[in-house]
């Protein structure tokens, strides 16, 4: 299933974030309640993008560049902003937490649901960490999302590049590969 311009939800256009604004404590951080969010595809604004990046930078600094994955997984290549694609996977490969997933990386880029898709991704892992690794792939990348269209998504849905900021300063915390049991590397 592909996402095609006319699937494309439109968003509110418009600075959300003022840049010496910083995500606060007294933003109310509830996972579970922003995990069903970004499931239904909603919107979150900037300093919600923002505050959830820091959350996940937390865990991803603790992470090896080489992480060790245990058997059973389930093993996702290139998703690349394919939104309900990811959901689809889901069903068919099991849902989290009861099933372990190892993502190849290349979430962004070309699909029309980048911003979407990498938010659910980076939720799930905050919440089910030891269930999810996010390796990083190519279009991780400042250089690449500025070619490919994720840094042209969130200029169209926000007006500005915050968001896009914010998650490809994510990306440079990302693991680069993973050994499943010791015996196949990824």
């Not at 400042?142 to 042209?152: D, E, H, P």
């Amino acid at each position: 299933m592909s996402d095609t311009e006319d699937d494309i939800t439109k968003h509110p256009l418009g600075k959300y974030l003022d840049e010496e604004m910083e995500p606060t404590s007294s933003k109310k951080f509830d996972i579970d309640a922003l995990i069903e969010q970004a499931k239904e595809g909603q919107f979150f604004d900037p300093v919600t993008i923002k505050l959830i990046c820091l959350k996940a930078r937390e865990l991803l600094v603790e992470e090896e560049n080489v992480v060790q994955v245990s058997a059973p997984v389930s093993l996702v290549g290139d998703i690349h902003g394919q939104f309900h694609d990811l959901l689809e996977i889901f069903k068919i490969g099991g849902e989290i937490p009861h099933t372990n997933y190892l993502f190849l990386g290349d979430y962004v880029d070309r699909g029309a649901y980048s911003i979407e898709t990498i938010m659910l991704l980076i939720l799930f892992k905050i919440r089910y960490p030891q269930r999810v690794t996010l390796l990083r792939g190519n279009h991780e990348s400042r250089q690449i999302t500025q070619i490919y269209g994720f840094y042209t998504e969130c200029q169209r849905k926000y007006g500005n590049p915050n968001a896009w900021k914010y998650v490809t300063d994510l990306f440079d915390y990302l693991p680069i590969a993973a050994f499943i049991d010791d015996s196949i590397f990824c």
